[in-house]
């Protein structure tokens, strides 16, 4: 009888356990459920407020330089600001320059030939051709007279026929000169032919061509900055041996400075580009910076390509670039903010708050553009 009764004991403590711990689980869902309603309110911000959560984005430029060379310098340091066409490195230009002048001095050489044809022939030289052809009129003259003679005193029979033939040969032969310093003299006048006048000017052209190319690699070998941004990794030092296009400082852009964020599907219908937006982060909570959204992305990521459940279908993602503005430069790239947009407020597609709405609009085309490609 007592071992009935200790069974039963044992059954009723362990009926009472069961209970308890069903109720611990009961109670532990009812928190768990009413923490996640709590978070889905705080991520919705109320009912005409969507928040969002990205990081400042970080664009780089790697500054090269178009042909290798030794480094002469550099200019700035990691961390440094810099504006759009500032000098950042120096390659040593000894041999730039040295080739600058070596064609400056072919160009001078090429442009005097050429500007020795276009001018033709001097006077002197026209001069000379036509005393040429009055000395040979004048030979040929006398060599017709001794012909005149020979032929009468062979009629006599005094010369030989041989003497005849001899002074028929000279004149003859002052008849084929008399023609050549003719010809000399017509050359003279008419000047060079215009094809070796093109062909000079086509060369004095190439030369031009070659000088302007070594200046300008002259000129390149100033890197300077393309855009404002600030300097985040010196990787080459001075002295060091660049190749053509290899990596010498990364530079920052931060201009215009955006951030990107991620919008869930079934918050898509609620926002569009354009809308005005808020900007906190965890460095400064009391400020808030003024922005608007200036790219949705037109595809979905981080998900299957086939999406076929509606589950699958609510779980998308759409990246989203949200410009801001600040003027006191405090956000720093990479850093983790909270986007605010409040999406019942009728907002302009084109409207600012810091007069950036122009660039903005260029840039959101060419975002277009690259996710059209992209497909």
């Known amino acids: 009888m007592s071992s009935m009764n200790r069974e039963y004991r044992v059954k009723k403590l362990m009926v009472r356990a069961i209970w308890r711990g069903l109720l611990v689980a009961a109670g532990m869902a009812l928190l768990l459920a009413a923490t996640g309603c709590s978070d889905q309110a ?27 060379g030794r ?11 810099v504006e759009k066409g500032q000098v950042v490195a120096q390659l040593d230009p000894a041999r730039f320059q040295m080739e600058v002048e070596r064609l400056t001095g072919e160009v001078a050489a090429l442009s005097q030939q050429a500007a020795r044809l276009r001018s033709g022939s001097r006077p ?26 020979k032929q009468a005193l062979r009629l006599l029979n005094r010369i030989s026929q041989q003497e005849v033939d001899s002074a028929l040969a000279g004149m003859e032969t002052w008849q084929a000169n008399l023609k050549t310093v003719e010809e000399e003299l017509s050359l003279a006048i008419e000047g060079p032919r215009q094809e070796d006048i093109a062909a000079a000017e086509a060369s004095l052209a190439a030369s031009q061509a070659a000088r302007e190319l070594a200046e300008q690699r002259l000129a390149d070998t100033w890197l300077r900055a393309p855009n404002a941004g600030v300097i985040r990794n010196r990787i080459l030092e001075p002295g ?19 951030v990107r964020a991620y919008i869930s599907e079934p918050d898509l219908g609620r926002i569009r580009e354009g809308m005005v937006a808020e900007i906190q ?29 509606t589950e699958l279908r609510t ?50 085309e060419r975002d277009r553009q690259l996710e059209v490609s992209r497909r």
């Open 42 to 68: 705080g991520d919705s911000g109320g009912a005409g407020a969507l928040t969002l959560y990205g990081t400042v984005d970080i664009r780089e430029v790697q500054l090269a330089f178009q042909d290798g």
């Open 71 to 81: 480094i002469l310098g550099l200019k700035v340091d990691e961390g440094a600001v």
């Open 124 to 149: 002197q030289e026209i001069a000379r051709a036509r005393a040429a052809v009055a000395s040979a009129k004048a030979n040929l003259k006398e060599a017709e007279l001794v012909v005149a003679r």
């Open 240 to 258: 060091a041996m660049a190749s053509a296009g290899a990596p010498v400082l990364t530079l920052a852009l931060t201009n215009p400075l955006w």
């Open 281 to 309: 982060t965890d460095s400064q909570p009391g400020k808030r910076y003024q922005g608007w959204i200036g790219f949705i992305s037109s595809t979905a990521e981080f998900t299957p390509k086939t999406v076929e459940t």
């Open 315 to 364: 779980k998308l993602v759409y990246r989203a670039r949200i410009f801001v503005c600040d003027a006191s430069q405090e956000l720093r790239l990479g850093m983790p903010v909270t986007v605010t947009v409040n999406t019942k407020r009728n907002q302009q597609d084109t409207t600012t708050s810091c007069g950036q709405g122009s660039e903005a609009g260029v840039l959101d």
